[in-house]
C-alpha cells in the first residue's frame, strides 16, 4: 500500500535559510511530483517570542513569513511540517551567553533544568502561531554524550534510555499543550541498546526501552546509507517492536559538497521504498541536508526526488520514470543525472556518495592532503565534464545549476592535480616545468575560480536568504587568495628570492593508504585546506 502522507523534508539550519518565495516554489514543484508533505528542519532559524537570540543572525523564519508559506502549502495540498530539535544539535545557540549553562556537553541540552522546558515551550508556543499543521518533528537525534556532562556532575550517572525517555515524557507534555502530535528521530533508543550502533545484523530492543517510550509519539527510522532491501528489511523488524507507529525517513543526498549523489539516492530510495511498500508504512519521507555549509542546491536532485516519488507509488520502472521526468521536468532524466558529474572520478558503474567535488577544490595546491585521492585521468575527466555540462545551458529553468557544475569542472580540470604536478617538478629540479604551470596554469585557475564563485553567489542568491553567504563567501575568497600566495611563493621561488617551498618539502604520505588513486567522502572544508 502507498503511503498516504509522502514528503520532502530540506534543511535550513546548516548555513542557508531558503527564500519564502522559494520554499514556496519548491512546494508546487514538488506537489506535481506527487507530495503531499514538506518538513521544514530548523533547528534554530525561526523566530521564537520571547528568545531574541533564537536564530539571531541566521536568517531566521518570522512567525508571518511562516504563516504565508504555510497557508500556499494548504492551498497547492501539501502540509507544512515544523522539523525542530529538542534535545542536541543547537550548537548555534552555545554561543550565546544566556544559553551556554543550559547545556549539558557539546549540543545537547541540559536535561531536568527547568529553562530548557521555558525555553521549548517557548518554541512550541511560537510553532503553533506560524504552523496549521499540528504534527511536529522533536528531532531528538544524535545525543550520543546526553547525560554524560553537566548533567553528569550535577546529578550523577543515570540509565541514559530512562533519561531520554523522561526528557521525551516532559517535551511530549508540552506538545499536547498546544495539540502539537510528536514525532521523533529514533536512532537514541536503538544506539542506547546496542553498544552505540544504529545499523546491525540483529538489533536488539529491550522491552524496557519500549515501555519508555509515551505512547502517540511516532519514532521516524532513517535511513540513508544502504541499497540492500534485507537491511532495512531488519530495521523495520526491529522498529515493529515498539508500541508507537513507524515513520521511515530516506536521504535525498545533498549535503557532500556543491555535487549530489543521485545515482546513490536513486539505489537507496528503491530499496528502501520496496521494504517499506511491503510494511504498509504509512508516512514515508526523504531528508535533504545541507552539511557543512549547505553547498548543494536543492534543486540539484530534480531526478532523485521524482524517482523517490514514483518509487513511493510503487513504480520501479526506471525508463518509465525517466519518460514521466522529462514530460513533467523538460529534462531528460540522464541529462539531470549530469548533475553529478563533478563526483564521478573512478573507473566504476557502481553508485556511491563520495564527493571529490568538494575537497578537490579544497585541496591545498602545496600541502595537497587529498593528492591520492583521484584517478590518473581526473583532469581529463573533468574537461570532459565540463563540456557536457555547457551543453545544458541553454535557456531552460534550471541553467543555473548546470552552469554552477561546468564551472567547479572547469576549475578542477586545472586544479585537481596541479599540486602533484608542483611537487612533481620541484622535486626534481625542473625550473622549466614551475615556469610554465606560472605562466598558463595559474592564470587560468584564477579566472576559472573568479567564474565559480560568481555562479555559486547566482545560486545561493537566488534561492537562499543573504544570511550565511559570508561563510561561503570567506571559503572561496581564501581559496581563492590561497592560490595567488602559493603563485607568489613559486615565483619568488625561480628568480631566487626564496630558497626553499617548505610544504614541498616534507614528505608526501597519503591521507588513507589503501585507497591510492581512489575517491574517498571527505565532507569538511576545515579539514581539506590543513593539517593545522
Not at 451 to 459: K, L, P, R, S
Not at 476 to 501: P, S
Amino acid at each position: 500500500m502507498q503511503p498516504k502522507t509522502l514528503g520532502l523534508m530540506i534543511d535550513c539550519s546548516r548555513n542557508a535559510v531558503m527564500k519564502p518565495a522559494q520554499v514556496k516554489d519548491f512546494a508546487k514543484l514538488i506537489a506535481g511530483m506527487g507530495y503531499n508533505m514538506l518538513q521544514l528542519y530548523t533547528e534554530e532559524t525561526y523566530e521564537v517570542e520571547n528568545e531574541p537570540y533564537f536564530g539571531y543572525m541566521r536568517g531566521r523564519y518570522t512567525v508571518e513569513e511562516l504563516q504565508d508559506i504555510d497557508a500556499y502549502c494548504r492551498s497547492i495540498g501539501v502540509e507544512l511540517v515544523p522539523c525542530i530539535q529538542t534535545l542536541a544539535h543547537l550548537s548555534h545557540l552555545t554561543r550565546w551567553d544566556p544559553y551556554w549553562d543550559r547545556f549539558d556537553c557539546n549540543d545537547i541540552l541540559l536535561i531536568d533544568d527547568e529553562r530548557v522546558y521555558e525555553l521549548i515551550d517557548h518554541m512550541f508556543a511560537t510553532l503553533a502561531k506560524a504552523f496549521s499543521s499540528r504534527r511536529i518533528h522533536i528531532g531528538m537525534d544524535e545525543a550520543h554524550f546526553v547525560g554524560l556532562g553537566r548533567y553528569l556532575d550535577q546529578h550523577g550517572y543515570c540509565n541514559r534510555s530512562e533519561l531520554l525517555s523522561k526528557h521525551l515524557a516532559r517535551v511530549k507534555e508540552i506538545a499536547d499543550k498546544y495539540q502539537f502530535t510528536p514525532m521523533m528521530w529514533s536512532d537514541m533508543y536503538i544506539c542506547l541498546s546496542n553498544h552505540g550502533q544504529y545499523y546491525s545484523e540483529n538489533p536488539v530492543v529491550p522491552q524496557e526501552v519500549v515501555d519508555g517510550v509515551p505512547e502517540g509519539v511516532e519514532l521516524v527510522y532513517w535511513d540513508y546509507y544502504s541499497t540492500d532491501k534485507k537491511h532495512y528489511d531488519t530495521m523495520f523488524d526491529a522498529h515493529a517492536k515498539f508500541r508507537n507507529s513507524t515513520v521511515f525517513a530516506g536521504g535525498i543526498w545533498t549535503w557532500t559538497g556543491y555535487t549530489p549523489s543521485i545515482r546513490y539516492s536513486l539505489d537507496a530510495s528503491e530499496a528502501a521504498m520496496r521494504s517499506a511498500l511491503e510494511r504498509d508504512v504509512d508516512t514515508v519521507f526523504f531528508t535533504m541536508w545541507g552539511d557543512d555549509g549547505k553547498d548543494c542546491s536543492y534543486y540539484m536532485q530534480l531526478a532523485g526526488m521524482f524517482a523517490a516519488a514514483q518509487f513511493a507509488q510503487g513504480n520501479f520502472d526506471r525508463a518509465d520514470i525517466a519518460k514521466k521526468f522529462e514530460e513533467y521536468t523538460g529534462y531528460s532524466f540522464e541529462e539531470a543525472l549530469n548533475l553529478e558529474l563533478p563526483n564521478l572520478l573512478d573507473d566504476t558503474d557502481e553508485p556511491h556518495y563520495k564527493n571529490p567535488n568538494k575537497y578537490l577544490l579544497f585541496n591545498d595546491v602545496f600541502i595537497g592532503l587529498f593528492d591520492y585521492n583521484q584517478s590518473v585521468d581526473a583532469a581529463q575527466k573533468y574537461a570532459t565534464y565540463a563540456k557536457t555540462l555547457a551543453a545544458s545551458v541553454n535557456g531552460r529553468r534550471y541553467d543555473y545549476l548546470f552552469l554552477l557544475e561546468q564551472k567547479l569542472c572547469e576549475v578542477l580540470a586545472i586544479k585537481c592535480d596541479l599540486g602533484i604536478r608542483i611537487r612533481t617538478a620541484y622535486k626534481a629540479g625542473d625550473k622549466k616545468a614551475l615556469a610554465e604551470l606560472l605562466a598558463t596554469d595559474f592564470p587560468a585557475l584564477n579566472t576559472a575560480l573568479a567564474e565559480f564563485y560568481a555562479a555559486f553567489e547566482t545560486v545561493w542568491y537566488t534561492e537562499n536568504k543573504a544570511f550565511g553567504f559570508e561563510v561561503q563567501e570567506a571559503r572561496l575568497g581564501a581559496l581563492m587568495q590561497r592560490v595567488k600566495g602559493c603563485e607568489r611563493r613559486l615565483r619568488a621561488y625561480l628568480d631566487g628570492t626564496l630558497e626553499t617551498i617548505d610544504e614541498l618539502d616534507v614528505e608526501h604520505i597519503p591521507h588513507w593508504p589503501n585507497v591510492e588513486n581512489q575517491t574517498v567522502v571527505y565532507n569538511s572544508w576545515i579539514g581539506s585546506i590543513s593539517a593545522c
